[in-house]
C-alpha cells in the first residue's frame, strides 16, 4: 500500500474489534483497553513518515528513576519488540515510554493484527513487571485514565 493512511489503521482496528477513539489533542489514535490498566497514562498509534508507532506512556515515581535507568537494558533485552525508554522532563513526572515500529509499506492486515498483539502483550509484560517493581507512580488520582477514556496530554 502506497499511500497508507490513518483511515487505513482505523479501519483495521474497527476491524480487530479493537476499541479506540481519535484524541482531539493529538494525531494519535489512542488504544482504549490498554489506557484502561491501572498505570497507563497513554497509549496511542500514530502514522508518521510511512512508520506505524504505537506508544504507551507510564508514570513513573522520580525516586525510582535511577534504579529503573540501571535496568533498562534488561528490560530491552527481555522484550525485543519494544523499545523501552525513560522520558524525563523538568516540570512533568518521569514516564516509561514503551514504543513498538513498523514500517507501513505494503503491510497487510493480518500482518498489522500479529504485530499489534505482539506489541500489547510486551507492553502489558513490561507494565507488569514495573507494577511488581513498585516503580509506577500511582499515588495522584488525576493521573489514572477515567472510565471514559479520556488521556492526559
Known amino acids: 500500500m502506497?499511500?497508507?493512511t490513518r483511515d487505513h489503521l482505523e479501519n483495521w482496528l474497527k476491524d480487530l474489534s479493537v476499541r479506540h477513539y481519535l484524541c482531539p489533542?493529538?494525531?494519535?489514535?489512542?488504544?482504549?483497553?490498554?489506557?484502561?490498566?491501572l498505570g497507563v497514562l497513554e497509549s496511542r498509534v500514530f502514522l508518521d513518515e510511512g512508520m506505524i508507532i504505537i506508544s504507551t506512556e507510564l508514570p513513573i515515581r522520580p525516586s525510582a528513576v535511577l534504579p529503573l535507568h540501571g535496568s533498562l537494558n534488561l528490560v530491552n533485552f527481555e522484550h525485543p519488540l519494544v523499545k523501552v525508554t525513560l522520558n524525563l522532563h523538568d516540570d512533568e513526572i518521569p514516564r516509561l515510554v514503551i514504543s513498538g515500529i513498523l514500517i507501513a509499506a505494503e503491510l497487510s492486515p493480518t500482518y498489522f493484527n500479529a504485530f499489534l498483539s505482539a506489541v500489547t502483550g510486551s507492553t502489558l509484560n513490561v507494565l507488569e513487571h514495573a507494577t511488581a517493581l513498585d516503580v509506577l507512580f500511582l499515588d495522584e488520582p488525576e493521573l489514572d485514565v477515567d472510565a471514559k477514556g479520556d488521556a492526559l496530554h
Do not use: A
Open 2 to 4: 502506497s499511500d497508507f
Open 25 to 37: 489533542n493529538c494525531e494519535g489514535i489512542h488504544l482504549t483497553d490498554l489506557e484502561e490498566q
